[in-house]
């Protein structure tokens, strides 16, 4: 077996007395589509800040591709194919979709240090830009600036923007968050096209959609790993369904049952 | 909008972005107005030029890159006093001083773009002020080298190519400021233009997204704060051996303030905007000051809260606004 795209060992964060990630480990195999959930404040998008390099650990080790890049600083982990995206849009409202993509194409190719050669030259980087748009149904409105774009256009633009920069670890922090349901199952349908080279791993409230598209489940609770496995063993975890069915959102866990 | 459905590839539609426009082609002509329509006033046209290619030089950090500076005539500085220091010791040839300039103020800009790559917002608008205060105070201590509150004197440029000789009417003086803006105008709109360009605004937009597309955003600042160092820099030349003079003020704060109120009158991001206000807040300045020398501050205070509050994109941002409703059908 080869070695895991990504993995983390002892993994540990606090904020003042505030433990937002203890002891956490896991390991993501290449290929595999992982869904992260948990109840709100689980530490769920602090632990894709952590391994992104948003946040510094107090302890522990992440590894891609078992190259320790625990030090790293975020543009270069990007730069190895660690890529994520964010619950909210964080994008360049006055760029156009089109420059906005061909943009991380070109800090891809180390184009965009070039400051004597006009970008229209650059034809390879537009062309991928395009193609990038056009696989996310985005062609159409690809001359349009970011912030005049519907709110699910701009959600793709962040995964577009994403892929850009060719990635072997995908984490999205929900991807679909504010998206009405119908759409955000297109959305989900176009991560679930990826190539099967990336390794994904999202987060997502919606359980109908985590037990359609993922292959495993890590469940989180109070920054710490409770249990992973697959869809079919989460659901039928009493560990889980305690967590779930103790809170607001016990709901949730029964959509599956009819999906 | 209107070349998006006569073109279908993206790389002819952003081809068309970086074309020239017939406005901008009648701006430049324009330039060649003073020499027909104000002979006198060519030394005014030619302190505008400087003024906006200095202006010019912060647009690239402050409208493209979103880098605030209120210490940028620390740069202007360096460059006059280095052209004027060259001149007064023996050295009077234009274009070399122009290129001397820009050294000493690229490398003074690329070692201070170590610091000032790391902050943002009000951080950064302190740090640049502390900056520009303190080589001030450097200039002033250093009176034996820059003659202090006296200013620098003594500096005597010599025949530009050999042939034109700078004089009180200003004719080789507006030429030579005008030639200078020109040339580094094209080289600023060819960087904007550019990948590194597309960069800048993307530090501009949204600077915590640059890492998550692998962007080395702080190499990429360090790069336009040297590149803007140097403009500044031959501008202050241009200044010094134009004026054959380079006081404390060249490197002051109110210079700083000055070329930010410019840039902020005509508009940020544009290229033009620093032009354009530079021209309105000079020809306002000469205008006023002859009617009422010592309120002079009372006018351009009421324009500058005028364009803020009802042009928050400057004057061309409320033209361009005016121009897009006009040809919408």
Known sequence: MSAPALSTRGLAKKFGSLVVASDIEIELPQGVRYALIGPNGAGKTTLINLITGMLRPDAGRILLDDADITMLPPDQRVRRGLVRTYQINSLFPHLTALESVTLAVCERTRAARIWWRQLPAYQHEIDEAYDILSALALAAVCHRLTRELAYGQQRLIEIALALATQPKVLLLDEPAAGVPREESKELFAAIAGLSGDITVLFIEHDMELVFRFATRVIVMVGGRVLVEGTPHEIASNPQVRAVYLGKATGKAMQEPRHG | ?329
């Open chain 2, 1 to 329: 909008m209107a070349l998006a459905e006569k073109v279908t590839s993206p790389q002819l539609y952003l081809q068309a972005q970086t074309r020239w426009r017939p406005v901008e082609i009648a701006f430049w002509l324009a330039t060649l107005l003073p020499y027909v329509l104000f002979p006198n006033y060519l030394s005014l046209a030619s302190q505008i030029a400087v003024t906006a290619l200095f202006a010019l030089s912060l647009d690239l950090i402050l409208g493209y890159a979103g880098i605030v500076s209120l210490g940028h005539a620390a740069f202007f500085g360096v460059g006059a006093y280095t052209a004027g220091l060259l001149s007064k010791y023996g050295w009077g040839e234009p274009l070399t001083g122009l290129a001397m300039a820009a050294l000493a103020a690229g490398i003074v800009g690329y070692a201070t773009s170590f610091v000032i790559c790391r902050f943002r917002h009000l951080a950064l608008i302190m740090l640049t002020l502390g900056f520009g205060l303190l080589l001030t105070e450097l200039a002033n201590s250093a009176g034996w080298l820059t003659g202090g509150l006296d200013g620098l004197q003594g500096i005597h440029t010599w025949k530009l190519l050999g042939y034109f000789r700078f004089d009180l009417y200003g004719y080789a003086a507006y030429s030579y400021a005008l030639a200078v803006l020109f040339a580094l105008f094209l080289f600023a709109r060819r960087i904007i233009h550019s990948p590194f360009g597309l960069s800048l605004r993307g530090i501009r937009e949204n600077l915590i997204r640059m890492p998550a597309i692998g962007a080395p955003s702080r190499a990429h600042i360090r790069t336009i704060y040297t590149i803007a160092a140097a403009i500044a820099g031959i501008a202050g030349a241009v200044l010094a051996q134009t004026t054959e003079t380079v006081s404390l003020d060249s490197l002051g704060f109110e210079r700083s303030a000055e070329v930010v109120v410019m840039l902020v009158l005509g508009g940020t991001g544009r290229l033009y905007g620093g032009l354009v206000g530079a021209i309105i807040y000079m020809v306002a300045r000469d205008q006023f000051s002859g009617v009422v020398p010592q309120y002079w501050y009372f006018w351009i205070g009421i324009l500058l809260v005028a364009v803020v509050v009802f042009l928050p994109n400057g004057v061309l941002g409320g033209l361009a606004k005016i121009a897009s409703r006009w040809s919408r059908p």
